[in-house]
């Protein structure tokens, strides 16, 4: 188990070093993005000590959550460019609760797709 957890350090200081050299031109939202795919990436490093069939059941049901998020935020990009009917447009609207410009709002949305807003087509989507 040693090696693997070995293995997922490296990884995660390569990628730091990468992040550390392109920072300079990246927004501020973009950091963001960045730093919360850092925060995922020890979180996982930590997972990995764990028993490997709960750390590959917790890696799937994120990966899926990652995979809905990008067909939810795919189909808010039809719905605005008018080439997927929004029908009902929002379906709710939680931006008092949690605002999207938020740093857990920016957090979700860049790693699952977060709406504060949805259409009804865009909830069906990440479903």
Known sequence: MLPSF???LREGVEVSL???IILGTLSKL??????SSVWLGVGMASISRTRLQAFFRITS???ILFSAGLVGH????FNEANLIPAIVDPL????????ESSTLGQTLKALFGFNA???LTEV???L
């Open 124 to 126: 069906i989507a990440y």
């Open 30 to 35: 973009d950091r963001q993005h960045l730093r």
């Open 74 to 77: 795919s189909v808010q990009e």
């Open 61 to 63: 049901v994120l990966l």
């Open 92 to 99: 709710w609207d939680v931006s008092q609760i949690l605002s």
């Open 117 to 119: 807003n949805p259409s």
């Open 18 to 20: 990468i992040i550390g």
């Open 6 to 8: 070995l293995i997922t």
